[in-house]
Structures are given as C-alpha cells and as structure tokens.
C-alpha cells in the first residue's frame, strides 16, 4: 500500500494562501491522491483529487509533482473556517486509509 | 438529498451490551464502509461493503459484524459493548470501488462504552 507523510501542524495567516504539503514516494501508477478535511468533529468533507494533472476546484488546487511522488494542496485565500485537520490518502481500490493528517490553523 | 444519515448521534452503554448503528444513503451508492476515529488519531476502516449481499473486513474488524441486505442500509452490529470500543464511528458511501472514487462522509456516532 502507498502510504502518505504529512506535517503534523501548519499556521497559515487569514486571507493568504495555505499550502499543504504531501509526501507518497510510493504510489502506484494507477493510484489517485485524494485530500478531505475534518473541521472539529464532523465526518470528513472531500475537497479535491487527482491522479497526474494538477487539479482545481472551487475549494482548492492540487498541485502533483512530475514523478507523483508529492503533492500541495493550496486554499487560495484561506479563512478562519479552513481551521481543520486536513488528510492527504493515496486510494487503494477498496482501502481509503486515513493518517493523522496535518492540523491547520488559521491566524488572524 | 439527505446523502449519508447515521443514526443515533449519541449512545451510552454498558459493557456487554450488544446495539447496531445505523447508516442509510440515498444517493444509490454501490460502496459502503465503516471507520472509527479515537480522539487525536485518523480514522481507521472496520468493514465494508462493494454491494448488496457482499461485505469484507477492514483493519479493526473484531467485535463488529455488518449485512448489506439492500443497497441503501448498511448497520453496524457491535454483539458484546466493551470500553475499547469507546469511539466515534462514521459511515461512507460512494458511487463505485476502486481508485477514482471518492466517500461521501456522515456526520458520526459517538458511541461511549461503560
């Protein structure tokens, strides 16, 4: 299985970009990278994913480096509510395993 | 669209006691699991399902059995309530198997086990 490495905590100041780093030095060819949210204790919240091209929706951008090894997630212009704890998963058919992911605060 | 409804929100119980969550989706979805999330961790996968009539075991299967019995349903069935089970447990769904798709989340049951 591909597994996903992650900052444990980032602060981001409100109004600037946040980029959210991912490591997956092993994912397959056919593996997608996803990335959800979990605001408080809510059910996770899917915010964007992709496989080789970089990807935007109206939440985020998924940037996926050349060799896939690493992606960024990036708010654009991230507000108090994008305080969350945010997963980067590398899918495996059946198996969407999800790490302790990265705390994100954002700042006044 | 109500998509993913767990139900209860909220559940005490006693040690030994059996219950079943429940977790109902409208959207159709052929694929269903179950995770549980301890405070400070990720979540991790206890079963799930590819279809009606199928189910297979995730990373922390021991005291859950699931049934897919039709598409929509999708209950977990804890038979013997033990205080490691003390947990927050969510329900997803999702059109297909495979690497393309993604969950649809509900919003959990914080199940407290005394």
């Known amino acids: 299985d591909a597994k996903t490495t992650q900052p444990t905590s980032m602060d981001c100041a409100e109004g600037r970009a946040a980029n959210l780093p991912c490591n997956h030095s092993?994912?397959?060819?056919?593996?997608?990278v996803y990335w959800y949210r979990q605001i408080h204790s809510q059910g996770p919240q899917y915010i964007i994913h992709g496989l080789k091209n970089n990807e935007t929706n109206e939440m985020a951008s998924l940037i996926i480096t050349e060799d896939r090894k690493s992606s960024t997630l990036i708010l654009p212009h991230a507000t108090l509510r994008d305080t969350a704890v945010y997963y980067c998963?590398?899918?495996?058919?059946?198996?969407?395993?999800f790490g302790a992911g990265t705390r994100l605060t954002v700042k006044p | 669209n109500a998509g993913v409804t767990q139900t209860p929100k909220f559940q005490v119980l006693k040690t030994g006691q059996s219950m079943t969550l429940q977790c109902a989706q409208d959207m159709n979805h052929e694929y269903m699991s179950w995770y549980r999330q301890d405070p400070g961790m990720g979540l991790r996968l206890i079963h799930y399902s590819v279809g009606a009539g199928i189910t297979d075991q995730g990373e922390v299967p021991n005291g859950y059995n699931v049934s897919r019995s039709t598409t929509e349903d999708f209950p977990l069935r804890l038979l013997s309530a033990a205080p490691s089970q003390t947990s927050v447990y969510f329900c997803?769904?999702?059109?297909?198997?495979?690497?393309?798709?993604?969950?649809?989340f509900g919003s959990g049951t914080r199940l407290t086990v005394v």
């Open positions: 998963i590398v899918k495996t058919n059946n198996d969407m395993r």
């Open positions: 092993t994912i397959s060819g056919n593996e997608y």
């Open positions: 997803a769904s999702s059109g297909g198997w495979g690497t393309y798709y993604g969950y649809t």
